[in-house]
């Protein structure tokens, strides 16, 4: 039973930072990407992040590219995601994702103005 469990979200003003935690168990975590997304109200769930198996490798959208860091600690079976310079239109709930199948139950960000 594959179970991913995100913290670390919260309230934020604008120009803030917080850092999400996403840890994994049931599966050997090392041999999945790990990726994070997210959804806003009234919106369609997005790509943020991913981050390659042994983590030399990630990639993020345009929109958090230069403000938003994905990493890895394959030891503790978690990914981070260290959000920087936040704005209001970041927020949504963040989900992280393993492999291609399994979700986690989301983190709420709110950024306020």
């Known amino acids: 039973q594959v179970q991913l469990v995100e913290s670390g979200g919260g309230l934020v003003q604008a120009g803030g930072s917080l850092r999400l935690s996403c840890a994994a168990s049931?599966?050997?975590?090392?041999?999945?990407?790990m990726g994070w997304f997210r959804q806003a109200p009234g919106k369609e769930r997005e790509f943020v992040a991913a981050?390659?198996?042994?983590?030399?490798?990630?990639s993020y959208a345009d929109s958090v590219k230069g403000r938003f860091t994905i990493s890895r600690e394959n030891a503790k079976r978690t990914v981070y995601l260290q959000m920087n310079t936040l704005k209001p239109e970041d927020t949504a709930i963040y989900y992280c994702?393993?492999?291609?199948?399994?979700w986690g139950q989301g983190t709420q960000v709110t950024v306020s103005s």
């Open positions: 994702k393993l492999g291609t199948d399994y």
């Open positions: 049931g599966r050997t975590f090392s041999s999945y990407v």
């Open positions: 981050i390659s198996r042994s983590g030399g490798s990630t």
